[in-house]
T-cell receptor
């Protein structure tokens, strides 16, 4: 099956700092999604981005499908950004299941 | 426009009991997926269903676990004779089509086995 690797595994930022999270995947994909799992365990949909670039407020994401990676940018981080960020992909030619990476755990401090 | 609804949010069972987890997909969505998240891990796919059909159950344990998505009513994930290792968060997702569409997730059911 497809392999999904995220880096870094852990990240500590001061409030106001910017960061880039990376997701590498080992095969062609139909679907790529970024999620934020907050400290209460809820999974928040951030982006559906199988290719190209999207922006939503302080967050933006870019997927370069031909090179099999995606980046999530967080600018002017806030304490509410803390949690775990997951990248999930649907391998091309498979029946829709998402394969999740192991996540990046982000802690934003004052 | 309600999102994916899962209930209960928390479920406590003793070893050997049955656990039934429910999921109502978003309005207009006919594809349902179940995922399991063990503590400190990512989510792992379990099963993909459409109305009255199991499409892919490659991630489901062979014993004690079953899933259904009847013509009427929510999708049900059923775990029989629960064991401590079944303690996890179980997430349901739905999508409009089977591919090239985002999956929308519910808030999950936290299952604890005493």
């Amino acid at each position: 099956g497809i392999q999904v690797e995220q880096s870094p595994p852990d990240l500590i930022l001061q409030e106001g700092a910017n960061s880039t999270l990376r997701c590498n995947f080992s095969d062609s994909v139909n679907n790529l999604q970024w999620f934020h799992q907050n400290p209460w365990g809820q999974l928040i949909n951030l982006f559906y981005i199988p290719s190209g670039t999207k922006q939503n407020g302080r967050l933006s994401a870019t997927t370069v499908a031909t090179e099999r990676y995606s980046l999530l940018y967080i600018s002017s981080s806030q304490t509410t950004d803390s949690g775990v960020y997951f990248c999930a992909v649907e391998q091309a030619g498979t029946a829709s299941k998402l394969t999740f990476g192991t996540g990046t755990r982000l802690q934003v401090t004052l | 426009n309600a999102g994916v609804m899962q209930n209960p949010r928390h479920l406590v069972r003793r070893r050997g009991q049955e656990a039934r987890l429910r999921c109502s997909p978003m309005k207009g969505h006919s594809h349902v997926y179940w995922y399991r998240q063990l503590p400190e891990e990512g989510l792992k796919f379990m099963v993909y269903l459409q109305k009255e059909n199991i499409i892919d159950e490659s991630g489901m344990p062979k014993e004690r676990f079953s899933a259904e998505f009847p013509k009427e009513g929510p999708s049900i994930l059923r775990i029989q004779q629960v064991v401590r290792g079944d303690s996890a968060a179980y997430f349901c997702a739905s999508s409009q089509e089977h591919s090239n569409q985002p999956q929308h997730f519910g808030d999950g059911t936290r299952l604890s086995i005493l």
